[in-house]
């Protein structure tokens, strides 16, 4: 099976007419309100045509919300909202007729078998497609003919993703499409998204794992209480992060640590000596500790060196929003004092 990579696609379809210009999804200034609870507040986004893009975040971040605004199943409290140039909260039927959507929980009629409800679906939509494709892609042939009722959490997943990707639609919708899939089914699902992008169209998904939007996504935003913390690539997000190398001296270090212009430690373990830095210069700093080592004829055994890591820029996300949540804590508490 094929490994789908944002990058390896760019080459699969360097043979392919490129896709559609301009913008699949245009928001701007997005709220979302649940009663007095303010869930989305105020974010812009804009997904091109034809790019795979991943929505990352915290729960409760408000991922899920606004893709059902995208899907014309919420409607927003303000802001600005463009999908394929149509306004989905009130042109959702126009919409439709482009659109896949696979929100956390499919509305199945449980009844119906795998494959009756892929013919109902061939009933209900006018882009035509093969049932027997889709069995066959989501490994469903074996589940055919068992109602869906019984089918496990995981293969139900499967039959969502096959109808929302049904006809290849011009713009994907799929919140959290691989949750619950073992490691087998979720490459097959990778694989079906990667055939969307290769075909040239859009898809904005949701996702909790980390290597999925690296493996599919040309960009990604990153929501944290409602707003869009970060966005853009992954080379993009993640240089705003240090990058990070470390290594291991047998026995004491022989000298003073160099001036680095990030930050370098040296630790102890046991006899040994760990080297662990951090730095936005990778290249220079790496060059000044390799000049030291090779002055003090010292080995840096298993020297690794790499460029943040979106788990990195998540978990800064995070840790900058709990220091602001102090700040406000105590700014509130002080208010309250005085
Ligand atoms: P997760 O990763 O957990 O799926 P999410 O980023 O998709 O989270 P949303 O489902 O959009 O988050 O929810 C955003 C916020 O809105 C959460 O705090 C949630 O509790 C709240 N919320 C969502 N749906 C409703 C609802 N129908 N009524 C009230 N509050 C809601």
């Given at each position: 099976m094929t490994q789908v990579t944002p990058a390896s696609r760019r080459h699969a379809t360097a043979n392919l007419p490129p896709p559609e210009d301009g913008d699949a999804v245009e928001v701007s200034g997005l709220r979302c309100r649940y009663g007095d609870f303010d869930a989305v507040r105020g974010i812009d986004l804009t997904v091109r045509a034809g790019e795979v893009f991943a929505l990352l975040g915290t729960n409760g971040a408000g991922k899920t919300t606004t893709l059902e605004v995208l899907s014309g199943f919420h409607r927003p409290a303000g802001g600005t909202v463009r999908v394929l140039g149509i306004d989905p909260a009130t042109q959702s039927a126009k919409l439709r007729s482009q659109l896949g959507v696979m929100m956390q929980e499919g509305g199945f009629?449980?009844?119906?078998t795998t494959v009756e409800t892929l013919l109902l679906w061939q009933r209900l939509v006018s882009r035509p497609d093969d049932p027997e494709r889709l069995l066959a892609r989501f490994d469903l042939g074996s589940r055919r003919d068992v109602a869906v009722a019984k089918l496990s959490g995981g293969e139900r997943r499967r039959l969502d993703l096959a109808l929302a990707v049904w006809g290849t639609p011009k713009l994907v919708i799929l919140d959290?499409?691989?949750?619950?899939?073992d490691p087998e089914s979720r490459r097959r699902a990778w694989d079906a998204i990667g055939e969307l992008a290769e075909a040239g169209r859009t898809v904005v998904l949701t996702t909790h794992y980390l290597e999925e939007a690296e493996a599919l996504a040309d960009r990604v935003a990153i929501m944290h209480g409602g707003r869009i913390a970060a966005t853009g690539t992954l080379a993009e997000i993640t240089a705003s992060q240090p990058a990070r190398f470390d290594a291991r001296i047998v026995?004491?270090?022989?000298?003073p640590p160099p001036e680095i212009s990030g930050e370098l430690v040296l630790g102890r373990d046991g006899p040994d000596t760990t080297v662990t830095g951090a730095t936005d210069h990778l290249q220079q700093d790496l060059t000044l500790l390799l000049n030291w080592a090779e002055r003090h004829s010292v080995t840096l055994e298993g020297l690794r060196a790499a460029p943040a890591s979106l788990e990195a820029v998540y978990h800064a996300v995070r840790e900058s929003d709990s220091e602001t949540n102090q700040d406000e804590h105590h700014k509130t508490e002080t208010e309250v004092s005085l």
């Open positions: 009629v449980g009844e119906l959290e499409p691989t949750t619950g899939l026995g004491p270090p022989p000298a």
